[in-house]
């Protein structure tokens, strides 16, 4: 398998992997029509060979989220996902990625106890995990949090709009800023990630004008999840882009492959060929040399039919 990025794809001087302020350039030149001419192209991945498919497939920016508890692990929201877990996967995926920026998802507890617990937790990303930045949910409330992890060095994705880790506090995984005094707060909270130094922003269901508003406004890029085609940038869940997920499907989602159909009938099929012996044939299995393979297997002495032991 090839590790080189596909063909005409931009790679950065620095061992071809994409940096953070290269991301920060890609905030989109728009068209006659307003719309942005070159997207920044994202996805969520959890392991080494997933990272290592989208990276050669040419994706930007690989996000380790806190998705994985329910993509992956079987919860019912992102909040039991610990630091050791997105340690785990991070390290996976940055071993997998050669182009690709990979962000590490900070989740729920990780940066709610004070700034100081925050970068510490934030550090060990960088450190052990090797990724170039974290994303950090909210967005008013975070400006203070956001900007002593910048200070640190620590680049930051914001994430506003609707923000999986309040999900007991928003009631719901429901769409942010339908009302005017709600789409001005989305506003405030993109302003604020913005003033705090974050070098990119997801816009999570939020309406498509409200999305538009904002990119429009911001200097820094925007990366839409159910925020409509406005954004400079798009991402995916990574079971969702892939057809392989259990649970409800959002209206935003589009599935660019049924692997959930695929495995399971090569599981069918597999299940099949061992139950009938049809698996592992004699091509597939290893043979000894002949003077053992006659200690193993003696051939037996031909006898008459008929004639017993």
């Known amino acids: 398998m090839s590790t080189a990025p596909a063909e005409g794809l ?5 061992s071809g992997r994409i940096t953070v302020p290269e991301i920060q350039k890609r905030k989109s030149p728009r068209n006659s029509a307003g719309q942005p001419q070159s997207r920044i192209v994202c996805l969520t991945a959890y392991d080494y060979p ?19 508890g329910m993509a992956v692990l079987g919860y019912e929201s992102t909040l039991p996902v610990t630091v050791e877990d997105i340690l785990f996967c991070s390290r996976a ?25 925050a970068i510490r937790q934030a550090v060990r990303f960088i450190k052990e995990a090797g990724v170039a930045a974290v994303k ?3 967005g008013e409330r975070r400006l203070d949090l956001i900007a002593r992890l910048v200070d640190a060095e620590i680049p930051v994705m914001g994430h506003i709009g609707l923000t999986p880790q309040s999900v007991h506090v928003m009631g719901g995984y429901s769409v942010q800023g339908r009302t005017t005094d709600a789409a001005d707060r989305v506003l405030r909270d ?45 991402i995916l869940v990574f079971h969702d882009f892939a057809g ?15 692997l959930r159909e695929e495995i399971a009938q090569a599981a069918l099929e597999y299940r099949e060929a061992v139950q009938s012996g049809a698996f592992p044939n004699d091509a597939e299995s290893y043979h000894a ?6 200690k193993l297997c003696p051939r037996q002495a031909t006898r008459p039919i008929g004639t017993r032991r």
């Open 190 to 234: 993109a302003r604020a990630v913005e003033a705090a130094g974050a070098f990119s922003v997801v816009l999570e269901s939020v309406p498509r004008e409200l999305a538009a508003r904002i990119t429009a406004e911001l200097s820094i890029p925007t990366i839409g999840i159910g925020a409509g085609p406005d954004c400079d940038g798009q």
């Open 136 to 138: 950090v949910e909210g």
């Open 10 to 14: 931009p790679a950065s001087a620095n």
């Open 93 to 117: 995926v940055v071993r997998g990625a050669s182009r690709a920026l990979v962000v590490a998802d900070m989740p729920f507890g990780s940066y709610h106890i004070g700034a100081d617990d």
């Open 289 to 294: 040399a002949a003077e053992l393979r006659e």
């Open 50 to 68: 997933t990272a290592r498919a989208l990276d050669e497939a040419g994706i930007d920016i690989l996000l380790v989220g806190d998705s994985l």
């Open 244 to 258: 392989w997920n259990y649970g409800h499907t959002a209206k935003f989602v589009r599935a660019f492959a049924n």
